[in-house]
């Protein structure tokens, strides 16, 4: 097993991590909102083929956003436009309810509570060819994790009608 997980800004916000930071092989992630405030952070675990990532936010407005994986691993405020496309390693169409989809970027939507807390747990497939010991959501250049204005509706190519990039979090390999 491939272990990941997240920064240790995450014990400074005091958020629930199911990896410790310390773990090696570790990619770091704290969410950052278009201002650059931290405002949650994502934990990924590589199990055999697939990568489980559990994300958590804080101080969010309370209802449904999309949360996409997207293939370049830069998150330039303030629209996040630098991670690129969805992650889509298999060139599938958007949405877990296309008949062509998904793309492996695509993810649950995420519940946000009347508190502003919110958190969703997931397997992301590994995609075949991919190094037994490799994460490949770290490649050379990265991937981001984006959170849209609005939910996913699963269904349209090529984001869901998931609207504009609200907070965004690299996945990159440790240093």
Known sequence: MTRFAISSIVAAMGLAAPVAATQPGAVGIGLRN??????????????????????????FRPGTYAVHLHQTGRCDAPDFASAGPHWNPTERQHGRLNPQGPHLGDLPNLEVRPNGAGRIDFDVPVPSGT?????????????????????DDERTDPSGNSGARIACGLLAPAR
Do not use: C, F, W
């Open 34 to 59: 278009v201002q650059g405030h931290i405002i949650g952070s994502i934990a990924a675990v590589r199990s055999g083929n697939v990568t489980r990532v559990s994300v958590t936010v804080r101080g």
């Open 131 to 151: 190094e037994a010991d490799a994460n490949p959501l770290a490649d050379a250049d990265g991937t981001s994790l984006v959170i849209h204005a609005a939910a």
